[in-house]
């Protein structure tokens, strides 16, 4: 039997911008119907979901339903609770010499048709949260699932079509040769999860179009540990942070920060803490996942001789296991600190001070996510005030993206714009100046 040729972007595209052009993908009642049949889809799939999900990065099925299947849905929720209020037009005062007869009000109206790139570690949260945002704000989306989560792009690509509007909603599925054929379209939003370098090659496409961008990109998100704190929870709390999806994680914490001496007392609390969260044999404990292919395997296993190994430290290439790793004494230099892990190895890095702590950060790239353990009110402060990163956790690693009313987003190198919740709505939305003057 023949297939049928794969449909081209611009194509793709044109069907798409017919489609908003109807006008069909605005009134509010069509929005949440689609967020519906979205929610629709995960709950009524998430074991194929969950199936894709551990084929592509042995995710346990308690992991996907928590960060990918059940993250997703909260959003969609939080979307339908508030979005009639998100998108009441605010007025705005008139300046006398309008007269009192006057209004004026800001109104969100959709952009188009919106372009959504996603990365392969969270291959179903990362492309559907953007999605949520994008209907929700009225538009036509074109999705680009991960080529690198193969079972996940497929599964996401046959649902999606089955259950949403296909002429509002398009799946485009490969890799480098079909997201530059999209990336050579004209959006009107481009939103891009990923690395900085391909980061750069969709700003550099959105510019011929002047299409406005969305880089949610990565980078080394430190973990400064003051002296005085509790180490076992702060321990627990880093393992827990760091190791979930296997490392593969934007926001994982990095690498830690802080002073020899509470070194010394954390490295063998992180020990205990892997021991007891994974069990002494990470391998054979169903929650721990793997790495996503032999390439980031291989770069992963050439930063494990950056430093001393306190836990961990074996690995297994036919299956992409590698042991959940902590490094002590490890140079500011070391490979190991000189691109985003993205993977499970924890180095501790020894600094003498907050102020050396925070000259440290702010030496190196923006980024993502900062967290800090401490008790003091003055430190946390300044560490607050004296650096820059997208979100800062104090006290817990990753959870701050989990609140649904913070954009998440980077700054700098980690990224620019920011997204979730009414946020989605700024970046997928116009904000329209609208005045008003009667004729009469
Ligand atoms: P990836 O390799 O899956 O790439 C992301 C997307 O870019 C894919 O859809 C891919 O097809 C496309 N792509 C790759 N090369 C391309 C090219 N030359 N031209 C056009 N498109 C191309 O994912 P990745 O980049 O390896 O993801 C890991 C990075 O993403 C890390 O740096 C991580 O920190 C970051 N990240 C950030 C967030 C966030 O929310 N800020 C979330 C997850 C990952």
Request: net charge negative; hydrophobic share 40%; with cysteine.
């Amino acid at each position: 039997m023949n297939h049928p040729a794969p449909e081209q972007p611009a194509d793709v595209v044109a069907r798409l911008r017919a489609t908003f052009r109807t006008g069909r993908t605005k009134p509010v009642e069509r929005r949440t119907a689609q967020l519906h049949r979205l929610r629709e889809m995960l709950t009524d799939n998430g074991p194929d979901l969950a199936a894709a999900l551990h084929a592509d990065l042995g995710k346990s099925s308690a992991e996907s339903r928590r960060t990918e299947i059940g993250f997703t849905i909260r959003e969609i929720d939080h979307t339908l609770d508030h979005l009639a209020d998100w998108l009441r037009p605010e007025s705005a005062p008139v300046p006398a010499h309008l007269g009192t007869d006057a209004r004026a009000w800001t109104q969100y109206d959709p952009l188009g048709v919106v372009l959504v790139i996603a990365p392969w570690n969270y291959p179903a949260q990362l492309l559907l949260t953007p999605l949520v945002g994008a209907l929700a704000a009225g538009n036509a989306v074109v999705v680009k699932p991960s080529e690198m989560a193969p079972a996940t792009s497929a599964v996401l690509a046959r649902l999606l079509r089955a259950h949403l509007d296909t002429d509002a909603v398009a799946v485009v599925e490969g890799g480098i040769p079909e997201t530059t054929a999209l990336l050579a379209e004209r959006f009107d939003h481009i939103f891009y999860t990923g690395n900085g370098t391909v980061g750069r090659v969709v700003l550099r496409a959105a510019a011929e179009h002047l299409t406005p961008v969305t880089l949610e990109l990565g980078g080394k998100s430190p973990a400064f540990v003051d002296r005085g704190t509790d180490l076992d929870v702060v321990a627990d709390r880093l393992v827990r942070g760091k190791f979930l999806n296997a490392g593969q994680t934007c926001v994982a914490p990095d690498y830690v920060l802080t002073d020899p001496e509470t070194a010394a007392a954390l490295e063998p609390r992180l020990a205990r803490a892997v021991e007891s969260v994974y069990g002494t044999d990470p391998e054979a404990c169903g929650e721990y996942g793997r790495i996503v292919n032999e390439r980031h395997f291989d770069r992963l296993v050439g930063l494990l001789d950056s430093g001393r190994v306190v836990v961990g430290g074996d690995s297994d290439r036919t299956t992409k296991y590698i042991a959940p790793t902590v490094l002590a004494d490890v140079d500011p230099e070391a490979p190991v600190m000189r691109e985003e892990i993205f993977g499970p190895v924890l180095p501790v890095v020894t600094v003498p001070d907050l102020d050396a702590t925070i000259g440290f950060i702010n030496d190196r790239d923006k980024p993502l996510a900062l967290y800090v353990f401490s008790e003091s009110d003055e430190t946390r402060g300044r560490i607050a005030a004296e650096t820059s990163s997208g979100g800062i956790g104090h006290g817990l690693p990753l959870a701050h993206l989990t609140v649904s009313d913070l954009p998440f987003g980077g700054v700098g190198e980690s990224g620019m714009g920011n997204y979730h919740g009414r946020y989605s709505i700024e970046t997928f939305s116009h904000r329209k100046a609208v005045l008003e003057k009667p004729l009469r």
